[in-house]
């Protein structure tokens, strides 16, 4: 069982930066692929981005894209977000989740949520 820790969150103005950190305990977590997702008050949670197990291929939601990066260190069990020019409507609890045996992205992005493994999350305001 893979146990997920996210930390990095915190009250930014628009446009600041953001790293968001994600460490894994336990289970096989070189091997399996990882993701971020966000929840805003009062909508459904939706998917930002994903990584490979390598950390070679990754993939984005349109709103991500070209603004967030994710990556991931193997040695550290420990997979990133890099969030730049933030805006208000980032403003969400941002979860981690990783898939139990998948080693795509595709299989972060197409899985049932009670099919992946999941971070408390950890929350990005964003305010001027």
């Known amino acids: 069982q893979v146990h997920l820790v996210e930390s990095g969150g915190g009250l930014v103005q628009p446009g600041a930066t953001l790293r968001l950190s994600c460490v894994a305990s336990g289970g096989t977590f070189s091997s399996n692929a990882m993701g971020w997702f966000r929840q805003a008050p009062g909508k459904e949670r939706e998917f930002v981005a994903a990584i490979n197990w390598s950390g070679h291929s990754t993939y984005y939601s349109d709103s991500a894209k070209g603004r967030f990066t994710i990556s991931r260190d193997n040695a550290k069990r420990t997979v990133y977000l890099s969030m730049n020019k933030l805006e208000v409507e980032d403003t969400a609890v941002y979860y981690c989740?990783?898939?139990?045996?998948?080693?795509?992205?595709?299989?972060?992005?197409?899985?049932?949520?009670?099919?992946?493994?999941w971070g408390q999350g950890t929350q990005v305001t964003v305010s001027s």
């Open positions: 989740a990783a898939h139990p045996t998948g080693m795509s992205f595709g299989d972060i992005v197409g899985a049932p949520p009670l099919n992946l493994h």
